[in-house]
């Protein structure tokens, strides 16, 4: 949606461009549609920036719209069979990531997760930390979430009485790893990560938790 605000032409196939808002219906369409899928849809423009040789953020204006990226990442075979393994012994999961809404609940119906309980990082802005104490338990999803939201979850969910593990493997997981009361990262994480956690997976499997 970004990708919208800063062009204002879309290249065309054929190499020539038109105005972007011929084509911006078509490409919010198709770019919903695809996330739908549970396809992560990134947008790629450019812009000639001639002989410039210092870029900020302020060059970030009047690019030409060339295309989307579509990068599939399946669920792993089993995982809603070790979901509701987990859901047996007391666990219960939720879904917290950066995702696109609809990739995030494409995803969580994969795996027998309530897709249609799901909040979003804008949700959780306009939300009071109090707000946020009464409806976390209920909330099995929350999308397009910002890094500096994830460790506010995680108290919230702490607040409302639960134990909580995250698991997380990016840099900006760290915040969130170390406000867990356990914090689990896996071998291929980066160093961050897994400095802040407590328990690091040698195994690329859920599994290992239900034992």
């Known amino acids: 949606e970004q990708i919208l605000v800063v062009c204002t032409r879309a290249e065309l196939p054929d190499g020539t461009t038109v105005p972007l808002e011929e084509r911006s219906e078509q490409i919010r369409q198709q770019f919903e549609e695809l996330n739908r899928q549970g396809l992560r849809t990134l ?96 909330i099995d999803v929350f999308a397009e979430v910002e890094p500096n939201q994830k460790d506010r979850l995680i108290l919230a969910l702490k607040r409302s009485g639960n134990v909580v593990g995250y698991i997380g493997d990016g840099i900006n997981d760290a915040p969130a790893l170390k406000a867990a009361d356990v914090g689990i990262s896996v071998d291929s994480a980066v160093d961050i990560a897994k400095e802040s956690s407590d328990i690091i997976l040698l195994e690329n499997s859920l599994l290992v938790l239900e034992q």
Do not use: C, W, Y
């Open 43 to 138: 947008g790629l423009a450019h812009r000639d920036m001639g002989t410039t040789l210092h870029i900020d953020k302020g060059h970030e204006s009047d690019m030409t719209f060339l295309g989307l990226l579509v990068f599939a990442d399946p669920v792993r075979p089993g995982m809603a069979g070790t979901i509701a393994s987990l859901r047996q012994l007391g666990v219960s999961l939720k879904i917290i990531t950066g995702d696109h809404r609809l990739v995030a609940a494409h995803v969580s119906r994969q795996v027998g997760m309530d897709h249609q309980r799901l909040l979003t990082g804008q949700d959780l802005r306009l939300m009071t930390d109090d707000a946020l104490l009464h409806r976390v338990n209920d």
